[in-house]
């Protein structure tokens, strides 16, 4: 099936520090979804993008829509213990959302 | 969370046996989902459900069957599990199909093994 390929698969970053992943397709998407998974339960929305070229801010985080809507970009600034987690991408086509395959981020203090 | 509550949470059972999990959501939505997550592969759809008594098949339904007989309950089936079928199981709802406006919300999921 499907997938979005999202990198990196892992991170391990002292706290303080920025972070930035991605995720990259070969089709277009109409909407970009980024999620933050805790452990022991389910993905959270953190952003939703819906244009391209859009660039979203949440607090500490930003996410921007790529210009050709086969990408997209999360970066996490001044990183924190709390950000600890799993960190999946979504893009909607229709009536499809496809997933990426994570990207796990550890933070030391 | 949007009142989505998942049971059981864990679930042991050996290869074989049937397996029913359960979605219920209080908040009246009409699209339900049931996603796999395993290492390295992300979150894959099972099936969904546009309303009660209509559902179609995702990406990975080999396996699987679901019911929805009514708006709050979408149920997912493993007639015969097997050690491939071992993974977590989320639930999802929306109000409305992905149009730009709404997006999913997930359940805390059920971790099943099958040994």
């Known amino acids: 099936g499907q997938q979005l390929n999202q990198s990196p698969q892992s991170m391990f970053i002292q706290e303080g520090e920025d972070v930035s992943m991605n995720c990259t397709s070969s089709?277009?998407?109409?909407?970009w979804l980024w999620y933050k998974q805790d452990p022991g339960e389910g993905p959270v929305l953190l952003i939703a993008?819906?244009?391209?070229?859009e660039l979203t801010s949440n607090g500490r985080l930003t996410a921007q829509f790529g210009i050709t809507r086969k990408d997209s970009f999360l970066n996490i600034s001044a990183s924190i213990p709390s950000d600890v987690g799993i960190y999946f991408c979504?893009?909607?086509?229709?009536?499809?959302?496809?997933f990426g395959t994570g990207t796990r981020l550890q933070v030391f203090p | 969370d949007a009142g989505i509550t998942q049971s059981p949470r864990h679930k042991v059972t050996e290869t074989g046996t049937p397996v029913t999990l359960r979605c219920h959501q209080t908040?009246?939505?009409?699209?339900m989902y049931w996603y796999r997550q395993d290492p390295g592969h992300g979150l894959r759809l099972i099936h969904y459900?546009?309303?009660?008594?209509?559902?179609d098949k995702g990406e990975v339904s080999d396996g699987y069957s679901v019911s929805r007989s009514k708006t709050e309950d979408f149920l997912l089936t493993l007639e015969s599990a097997t050690s491939s079928q071992t993974s977590v199981y989320f639930c999802?709802?929306?109000?409305?199909?992905?149009?730009?406006?709404?997006?999913?919300?997930f359940g805390a999921g059920s971790r099943l093994t099958v040994l």
């Open positions: 979504a893009g909607h086509n229709t009536d499809k959302l496809i």
């Open positions: 089709s277009i998407f109409n909407t």
């Open positions: 993008l819906y244009k391209a070229g």
């Open positions: 908040e009246n939505h009409r699209y």
């Open positions: 459900s546009y309303g009660v008594k209509d559902t």
């Open positions: 999802a709802t929306v109000s409305r199909p992905l149009s730009g406006a709404n997006v999913l919300t």
